[in-house]
């Protein structure tokens, strides 16, 4: 099982709608948990980060994290083509300091 | 502020000879991370630096080795290249004084290709 997990893609979400972005992670004491964007060709950029269980609202972005299910998701809402990128979920194990990536989700949205 | 900057930002090299990448943090950040990114396999963590002491490492063989100086500048070395350490290298760096607490800011790193 890898360490964490994310929806194989491409995603595909019409502009205006709402793209729910999906990973699990293995590690149960894990505690911090971040979602990056990535631009083709670009490093990748902190969107959201959080660390207690329930939603983090910033802007169209929503982060929600259940520890119980070791599951955190990134909603977009209003999808613009600009947020056509690929979305890296990121985890802190147990042990720390050591930033563990999903293999990423490729959004794409139509005009 | 300025961010993450990586140097060289392309490098060519051949099989069996040796690299050293360059990375500068963002001023006040003692934390540097180093990454690997590869079509493949993704984003793999390389090494964490904190304070000049390695902190963390992740499961790549020992041509790969780091070190951090004194004003938080981290150098990456990897001896005897070989075709699969063609990569993108990315180097983050945060404040770090409790492992996990404050996010990394990446650097737009320094792409390899081994021939």
């Known amino acids: 099982q890898k360490e964490v997990e994310q929806n194989s893609g491409p995603l595909s979400v019409p502009e205006g709608a709402i793209a729910s972005l999906n990973c699990t992670y293995s590690?149960?004491?894990?505690?911090?948990f971040f979602w990056y964007r990535q631009y083709s060709g670009k490093s990748p950029e902190l969107i959201m980060f959080i660390y207690s269980n329930g939603d983090k609202e910033d802007g169209r972005f929503t982060a929600q994290l259940n520890k119980a299910s070791q599951y955190v998701s990134l909603l977009i809402r209003d999808s613009q083509p600009s947020d056509s990128a690929t979305y890296l979920c990121?985890?802190?194990?147990?042990?720390?300091?050591?930033?563990?990536f999903g293999q990423g989700t490729e959004l794409s949205v139509k005009p | 502020k300025a961010g993450v900057t990586q140097t060289p930002r392309y490098l060519i090299k051949t099989r069996g000879q040796q690299v050293t990448l360059s990375c500068s943090p963002i001023s006040g950040h003692r934390s540097v991370s180093w990454y690997q990114q590869t079509p493949g396999q993704g984003l793999q963590f390389l090494f964490e630096?904190?304070?000049?002491?390695?902190?963390n490492k992740g499961n790549f063989p020992g041509r790969f080795s780091g070190r951090q100086f004194s004003n938080s500048r981290s150098e990456m070395n990897v001896s005897t290249l070989e075709l699969g350490d063609s990569a993108l290298y990315l180097c983050?760096?945060?404040?770090?004084?409790?492992?996990?607490?404050?996010?990394?800011?990446f650097g737009n790193g320094t792409r390899l290709t081994v021939t």
């Open positions: 990121a985890v802190i194990g147990n042990q720390g300091g050591k930033l563990i």
């Open positions: 983050a760096s945060s404040l770090g004084r409790v492992p996990g607490n404050s996010p990394l800011h």
């Open positions: 590690d149960r004491g894990s505690q911090s």
């Open positions: 630096y904190f304070s000049e002491t390695q902190r």
